[in-house]
């Protein structure tokens, strides 16, 4: 599987600048991919003001994001704000070329933020399934949690899409390659860059990890597209040669 992660700026809460920019830097791409993956939130940067940019599955973005790709011929990633019955959710979707459209509402809410009081957590971790691979998104502060992502359902690629600050980023890149390991999976990780009006910067590090931790893609920090191709051929092999998966512990998630 070719994947490819968008690292670019965002316009505070301004869904139609920043689908503008992230279309022109996709067509514009001569590069081919089977999956793309966008930033946390992006269609605004992280914010605390939902109801400013708040839509619908039937909205704007997600008529766009069917769109883009239906023209790139590639499955999208990547979480913006949705309302639902007087709700609002940092979701995440996919959306493929044929127009299906599959969501996880992400879990862990970044107390620190106060994420928690405008926004209602996720219940249920989702497994995407395309072109026989099985996809696990996540979104950032999640990425904290390792429990909830714990690799029972034997899925292929972990996806956390982030608005991840540049104070924390020795963390970021601790914790994704600590996921590729005792996962036994490829990593994705894309975080933006810039900074937001709350004068957070960001600086990316966006990457691509294989299941031992090895560097695919190393963290950039500039603006752009990257393209990598994922084996899974040699996920399987690197599984059956060290069988780490097999002996995890068994448990049970409570609520």
């Given at each position: 599987?070719?994947?490819?992660?968008?690292?670019t700026?965002?316009?505070?809460?301004?869904p139609?600048?920043?689908?503008?920019?992230?279309?022109s830097?996709?067509?514009?791409?001569?590069k081919?991919?089977?999956?793309?993956?966008l930033?946390?939130?992006f269609?605004?940067?992280?914010?605390?003001?939902?109801e400013r940019?708040?839509?619908t599955?039937?909205d704007?973005?997600?008529?766009?994001?069917k769109?883009?790709?239906?023209q790139?011929?590639?499955?999208?990633i990547?979480?913006l704000v949705?309302?639902e019955?007087?709700q609002?959710y940092?979701?995440?979707?996919?959306?493929?070329p044929?127009g299906?459209?599959?969501?996880?509402n992400?879990?862990h809410?970044?107390t620190?933020a106060?994420?928690?009081?405008?926004?209602t957590?996720?219940?249920?971790?989702?497994?995407?399934?395309?072109k026989?691979w099985?996809?696990c998104?996540?979104?950032?502060?999640d990425?904290?949690?390792p429990?909830?992502?714990r690799n029972?359902?034997?899925?292929?690629l972990?996806?956390?899409?982030?608005?991840?600050p540049k104070?924390?980023?020795?963390?970021?890149?601790?914790?994704?390659?600590?996921?590729?390991?005792e996962?036994m999976t490829?990593?994705v990780g894309?975080?933006?860059v810039g900074?937001?009006?709350n004068g957070?910067?960001y600086?990316?590090?966006?990457?691509?990890l294989?299941?031992l931790?090895?560097?695919l893609?190393a963290?950039?920090?500039?603006n752009?597209i990257?393209v990598?191709t994922?084996?899974?051929?040699?996920?399987?092999?690197?599984?059956?040669k060290?069988?780490f998966l097999n002996?995890k512990?068994?448990?049970?998630?409570?609520?």
């Amino acid at each position: 599987m070719k994947v490819a992660i968008l690292q670019t700026d965002l316009v505070w809460e301004n869904p139609i600048y920043n689908r503008l920019t992230i279309e022109s830097k996709v067509l514009s791409s001569d590069k081919k991919f089977d999956l793309l993956v966008l930033p946390e939130m992006f269609t605004s940067g992280f914010t605390m003001n939902p109801e400013r940019v708040a839509e619908t599955m039937q909205d704007e973005t997600i008529q766009w994001l069917k769109s883009l790709a239906k023209q790139k011929k590639t499955a999208i990633i990547g979480s913006l704000v949705i309302q639902e019955e007087n709700q609002y959710y940092n979701r995440l979707v996919f959306v493929t070329p044929k127009g299906t459209v599959q969501h996880y509402n992400k879990r862990h809410l970044f107390t620190l933020a106060g994420e928690e009081k405008v926004y209602t957590k996720g219940a249920e971790k989702v497994i995407f399934e395309y072109k026989d691979w099985k996809i696990c998104p996540q979104v950032c502060y999640d990425l904290r949690f390792p429990v909830f992502v714990r690799n029972v359902e034997d899925y292929d690629l972990l996806v956390y899409v982030a608005n991840w600050p540049k104070i924390r980023t020795q963390a970021w890149d601790a914790l994704l390659k600590a996921r590729a390991i005792e996962n036994m999976t490829f990593v994705v990780g894309v975080n933006r860059v810039g900074k937001d009006v709350n004068g957070h910067d960001y600086i990316g590090h966006s990457q691509v990890l294989d299941e031992l931790g090895n560097e695919l893609i190393a963290p950039f920090e500039e603006n752009g597209i990257q393209v990598v191709t994922l084996s899974k051929k040699k996920l399987q092999d690197s599984r059956n040669k060290f069988n780490f998966l097999n002996d995890k512990d068994n448990f049970e998630l409570l609520d």
